[in-house]
Antibody
Framework: QVQLVESGGGVVQPGRSLRLSCAAS????????MHWVRQAPGKGLEWVAA????????YYVDSVKGRFTISRDNSKNTLYLQMNSLRAEDTAVYYC???????????????WGQGTLVTVSS | EIVLTQSPASLSLSPGERATLSCRAS??????LAWYQQKPGQGPRLLIY???NRASGIPVRFSGSGSGTDFTLTISSLEPEDFAVYYC??????????FGGGTKVEI
């Protein structure tokens, strides 16, 4: 079955960096688009970034453009989110999610990980 | 950016009752809308996509309807495991992909 396991979260000071990873298994990662979605404590869901199956196309929500970078390594079945210049408002549980369609631009999320908590605080 | 507004914010019902959740878009999203269920401490689960298609493994008591700007998720007869938070999400002309604020279905 599909498994998505996030790691890399923790407590970080404002302005610092963190890299999240998502290990994927149970499906053909190399043909699947992937996303990061976050959820601030007690709040709703916010889409953060998406990447096409081959990494050639990347999309971001405006609030993270220029600070976050999504990437993937298909040889390792792993998705990444490099987060720089972190702010207090980036505090959230970060989920990786698989795109419903083949190729990666369908725009729905048919499998989710359990999430990893990022806390930005001095 | 397309804004999704869900109503009500919370819904108090009993097992066996019918739940009707609403999602309204700030502009037409055609049928490009999905519904998710989220339980505490878990990632969301896809229930419905393209407004009315049940995702794999989703029970038939969950159904979706609507198009354009007004959408409904109906749970025909609530089971104990259905008490959760439900989110709608649109994929029309993205990025960005956006979610509604959620509806909590509670006992």
């Amino acid at each position: 079955q599909v498994q998505l396991v996030e790691s890399g979260g923790g407590v970080v000071q404002p302005g610092r960096s963190l890299r999240l990873s998502c290990a994927a298994s149970g499906f053909t990662f190399s043909i699947s688009g992937m996303h990061w979605v976050r959820q601030a404590p007690g709040k709703g869901l916010e889409w953060v970034a998406a990447i096409s199956y081959d990494g050639s196309k990347k999309y971001y929500v405006d609030s993270v453009k220029g600070r976050f970078t999504i990437s993937r390594d298909n040889s390792k079945n792993t998705l990444y989110l490099q987060m720089n210049s972190l702010r207090a408002e980036d505090t959230a549980v970060y989920y990786c999610a698989k795109d419903l369609g083949v190729g990666g631009r369908y725009g729905y999320f048919d499998n989710w990980g359990q999430g990893t908590l990022v806390t930005v605080s001095s | 950016e397309i804004v999704l507004t869900q109503s009500p914010a919370s819904l108090s019902l009993s097992p066996g009752e019918r739940a009707t959740l609403s999602c309204r878009a700030s502009q037409s999203v055609s049928s490009s809308l999905a519904w998710y269920q989220q339980k505490p401490g878990q990632g969301p689960r896809l229930l419905i996509y393209d407004a009315s298609n049940r995702a794999s493994g989703i029970p038939v008591r969950f159904s979706g309807s609507g198009s354009g700007t007004d959408f409904t998720l109906t749970i025909s007869s609530l089971e104990p495991e259905d008490f959760a938070v439900y989110y709608c999400q649109q994929r029309s002309n993205w990025p960005p992909l956006t979610f509604g604020g959620g509806t909590k279905v509670e006992i």
